[in-house]
């Protein structure tokens, strides 16, 4: 093999330095990337946030014209019943928190069939299976007079999620601080922190 062959072969890999410094790049590349990658998904998220606030508020109005009030944000035993043509929604001890209450008022089906009111109310919004999770407990049995169908044809008490995941939109409609003829609804947002909405903070909201 003569000297120039050597050379040729020599010219065609790399040295250790080169790779150093393509590896320096990569990793620069990287370092400048993943942020922006970061930042994206999470407007994309925040945006899904509003949208979704968007619907409640709009499926919670929807309710209100049907049965005169917003659903409470707990309907306990204690809680005062909600009733329309005389006919009363049975409570339950498990639908004790605002997000509880949003799924299984606006996302069951109230079939009404007392003599002094026959008619069926609801669902008021779809929600997508991978949006709730479940508590493991069913809401009350029907009376005589109303028949419940809830999420997916279930009694199952669920509560929903928020696009980051982690956390349950928090719902009031008892004593709201900031929509004080309707209701609040807030998402955690992006630190998963509940920061009761304050505009310092990351929360997303409805006011």
């Excluded at 696009?163 to 928090?170: K, L, V």
């Excluded at 998402?187 to 920061?195: A, I, L, Q, T, V």
């Amino acid at each position: 093999m003569n000297d120039t062959h050597k050379k040729k072969i020599s010219l065609t890999g790399f040295t250790l330095l080169e790779l150093l410094v393509v590896i320096a790049i990569i990793m620069f590349l990287a370092g400048i990337t993943i942020p922006v990658v970061s930042s994206v998904q999470t407007s994309a998220k925040r945006g899904v946030t509003s949208a979704q606030i968007s619907q409640l508020e709009l499926a919670l109005k929807q309710f209100e014209s049907d049965f005169g009030v917003f659903p409470p944000d707990s309907y306990t035993t204690s809680d005062t019943v909600i009733s329309i043509g005389g006919v009363s929604i049975p409570r339950d001890d498990d639908l004790n928190t605002g997000s509880k209450c949003l799924i299984f008022f606006l996302g069951s089906k109230f079939t009404f069939s007392a003599t002094s009111f026959n008619d069926i109310y609801g669902p008021y919004i779809e929600f997508k299976r991978s949006q709730i999770t479940g508590t493991g407990v069913d809401f009350a049995d029907d009376t005589g007079s109303i028949t419940i169908t809830g999420v997916n044809g279930t009694r199952e008490v669920f509560q929903y999620k928020d696009p980051f995941g982690t956390r349950y939109y928090s719902y009031d409609s008892s004593s709201p601080s900031n929509n004080t003829a309707s209701f609040d609804i807030w998402s955690w947002g992006p630190d998963k922190k509940n920061d009761l909405g304050v505009a310092t903070s990351d929360d997303i909201t409805n006011w």
